[in-house]
């Protein structure tokens, strides 16, 4: 006890103190499964220590100071992290999509002399005109200066940090600019926040949790560090691929899928007729919609165990549904853990009515210490406005519409892009579907871009009267387009481009 207080103490609620309790507690026991095999909670904390102790002493990263990670999901990105968090630096969690621009203004703005990366990454590194220090994740070629080799030193001492470290996450940049949310170690009322949402998701403590979402986005890194806490073995894939994910899932016996509804949907079109693996116990969905057709679809193929996490890189997370509330009400994000506030506002600022679509604002300790962005006028103090458009259900249940960037005046009625995606998906001879709203001499036409199930025959009037039917005419779309895929980045979102 005494050692775990002294981790707390030192380096607080973070990846590093977090990986040091682990080791304390569970040393030999396995956190983390990635392409490359497992790894025991000693071994995370030995190599995480000794790449710190090299990064110190050469006087690479001090205290205070910043060290970019630009890396796929698995050991590299988490020692690296780590690694900057016992230094009491901040770990810079670059975006792998991002283009040469955005990497170059990134790398500037946050002032990045030092960046670990995976070997693919380094002609975007150049593109991006680094010229800081490089350091490889992932390689044991003599002469470069790599996480491996550092690895492979006999463990150094260094000072101890003035403050614990911190992550900053980098938004995806595809609901608007790419920001950052810095986040620090969990204090009290975050640490409320936090048990009140792992007793409703009732995840299974010590049972191997299977992480879809990568690592440098905020859903992903969140339920590693959940994961870390509770004694799961966490599973991590440098890419999703389905199938993978479903053979992981029966090789392990994963007991907790964390996945986006775009992933989810993929793993329960690649399930088929069978059955859902027998060891899971919880789905968590977040990081996208999951709208009535989206839930159904998801719930046919993995049961009645499906949660929705509602939260964003800025907020943290807000609210849970479990699988009643879904039922109840399909769509909705249900109701906000300990501590936190949610609000539903006018454009002035004003409360909505209940039942009225306003913008939703959340007001948490588990938000970003920065880089929540500009605040729309009326927003109260102290409160983050989400970007989406949300109402109150009966029951006091939130339920967000679609985002306020993606709402369309059609006539004398707002529709919202999500929610016509959602239509269509309950055709079903409609695999996939992404809607795009496009400049027209009379307005705006809204294009529905469609992936037909194999095998299937699918009658485009048809699936126009059945948004109308739905949503109201207004909502119907004006085209039909059979594409062959839907674009997604690698956090699962849409980017409204297609294949």
């Not at 050469?58 to 992290?81: E, M, N, P, Q, Y």
């Not at 440098?238 to 775009?262: G, K, N, Y």
């Not at 995606?421 to 996939?432: K, N």
Request: aromatic fraction near 4%; charge should be neutral; hydrophobic fraction near 45%.
């Amino acid at each position: 006890m005494v050692r775990i207080g002294r981790a707390v103490s030192t380096y607080g609620l973070t990846l590093a103190g977090l990986c040091r309790v682990a080791a304390i507690r569970h040393g030999r026991d396995v956190v983390l499964i990635d392409d490359g095999g497992p790894v025991t909670a000693e071994q995370l904390d030995r190599w995480s220590a000794t790449v710190a102790g090299e990064l110190g002493n050469r006087g690479i990263v001090v205290s205070g100071g910043k060290l970019g990670v630009l890396a796929r999901s698995g050991r590299g990105l988490v020692v690296a992290t780590i690694a900057a968090n016992r230094l009491g630096a901040d770990a810079v969690l670059l975006h792998p999509a991002f283009s040469a621009t955005q990497m170059a203004e990134l790398l500037r703005v946050e002032e990045l002399h030092v960046v670990v990366h995976d070997d693919e990454f380094g002609d975007l590194l150049a593109a991006a005109r680094f010229r800081g220090q490089s350091i490889l994740a992932d390689t044991n070629t003599p002469g470069v200066i790599s996480l491996r080799s550092m690895q492979a030193l006999p463990q150094a001492t260094w000072p101890t940090p003035t403050r614990p470290g911190r992550l900053v996450v980098i938004t995806s940049g595809v609901t608007g600019p790419p920001r950052r949310a810095r986040r620090g170690g969990a204090g009290p009322a975050a640490g409320l926040a936090l048990t009140t949402l792992v007793r409703r998701l009732e995840l299974p403590r010590g049972a191997p949790m299977l992480i879809t979402p990568p690592l440098h986005q905020a859903f992903g890194v969140q339920f590693f560090a959940l994961a870390l806490g509770l004694g799961c073995p966490a599973l991590v894939t440098s890419r999703f691929d389905a199938d993978r994910a479903l053979r992981l899932i029966h090789e392990h016996q994963v007991a907790t899928l964390v996945a986006t509804p775009t992933a989810l949907m993929a793993m329960a079109d690649a399930l088929g007729t069978e059955p859902s693996p027998p060891s899971l116990r919880v789905v968590v969905a977040g990081g996208g919609s999951l709208l009535a057709n989206r839930w159904r679809r998801v719930v046919d193929a993995f049961g009645p165990i499906v949660h929705h996490v509602y939260g964003s890189a800025e907020t943290g997370w807000c609210t849970v549904a479990g699988p009643a509330d879904l039922d109840a009400s399909p769509g909705s994000i249900g109701r906000p853990v300990a501590g936190i506030d949610l609000r539903i506002v006018d454009d002035d600022g004003r409360w909505a009515p209940a039942g009225a679509v306003g913008r939703l604002l959340v007001r948490s300790p588990l938000a970003a210490l920065d880089g929540a962005g500009p605040r729309p006028p009326g927003t109260p103090e102290g409160f983050v406005d989400t970007g989406d458009l949300a109402r109150l259900d009966d029951r006091g249940r939130y339920v967000v519409v679609g985002r306020a960037a993606e709402r369309i005046s059609r006539g004398e009625r707002d529709v919202y892009l999500d929610a016509i995606e959602d239509a269509v998906l309950g055709h079903s001879a409609v695999a996939d579907v992404s809607v795009t709203a496009e400049p027209a001499a009379t307005g705006t036409r809204l294009i529905a871009h469609l992936v037909v199930r194999p095998d299937r025959s699918l009658d485009h009037d048809e699936v126009i009267r059945s948004v109308r039917d739905q949503l109201g005419p207004e909502s119907a779309p004006d085209e039909i387009r059979v594409v062959t895929s839907i674009a997604t980045t690698d956090t699962g979102r849409r980017t409204r481009v297609h294949g």
